[in-house]
T-cell receptor
């Protein structure tokens, strides 16, 4: 069965430090992987995606994510955190067509950046 | 690009009343999704449409829930009768049809409170 795990409910980082939000997945076939961010009282916003090719993908707001096939992971990273990065982050995966086609969402990780 | 527009932003109603949530997808998008978000259950897909046709409504919790998409620019989610456990934030999202790499564009949601 398809699944996405975000093992940390919350991540605390000091402003200016690098941040990592973890995501692991289980899906049949080649995965399509996504990160979304949700600010308070707003809908989810697309940050970046991995389809194929370079394992390091860059997205909005200086975020990037690294696809690791052997570890089935797709961790979100940023070299230097900003207080404004504080939000809820969701990882999602989409498998092959058919029963695996729909997006499977992680539970979300709350990122808190402290000044 | 006005984005996905949802109305109302907030809805407070009494148990037993009918509730209708509205969504206008991004022009040109031909897939539309209704999600529900709660602290306990996270993000749940209720139903999605391709080209105005409901494709998968297996996430609709009960017969009290119904969704329609009469044309490409409008969709409704109706709850009748509403119950306190329906209290949640309901999101509408749209995308280009069925591409595995198509990101979803979310509205800002309707926060429903049923007393």
């Amino acid at each position: 069965a398809q699944s996405v795990a975000q093992p940390e409910d919350q991540v605390n980082v000091a402003e200016g430090n690098p941040l990592t939000v973890k995501c692991t997945y289980s899906v049949s076939g080649n995965p399509y992987l996504f990160w979304y961010v949700q600010y308070p009282n707003r809908g989810l916003q697309f940050l970046l995606k991995y389809i194929t090719g370079d394992n390091l993908v860059k997205g909005s707001y200086g975020f990037e994510a690294e696809f690791n096939k052997s570890q089935t992971s797709f961790h979100l990273k940023k070299p230097s955190a900003l207080v404004s990065d504080s939000a809820l982050y969701f990882c999602a995966v989409r498998g092959a067509r058919g029963s695996n086609y729909q997006l499977i969402w992680g539970a979300g990780t709350k990122l808190i950046i402290k000044p | 690009d006005a984005g996905v527009i949802q109305s109302p932003r907030h809805e407070v109603t009494e148990m037993g009343q009918e509730v209708t949530l509205r969504c206008k997808p991004i022009s040109g998008h031909n897939s539309l999704f209704w999600y529900r978000q709660t602290m306990m259950r996270g993000l749940e897909l209720l139903i999605y449409f391709n080209n105005n046709v409901p494709i998968d409504d297996s996430g609709m919790p009960e017969d009290r829930f119904s969704a329609k998409m009469p044309n490409a620019s409008f969709s409704t989610l109706k709850i009748q009768p509403s119950e306190p456990r329906d209290s949640a934030v309901y999101f509408c999202a749209s995308s280009f049809i069925a591409g595995r790499d198509s990101p979803l564009h979310f509205g800002n949601g309707t926060r429903l409170t049923v007393t």
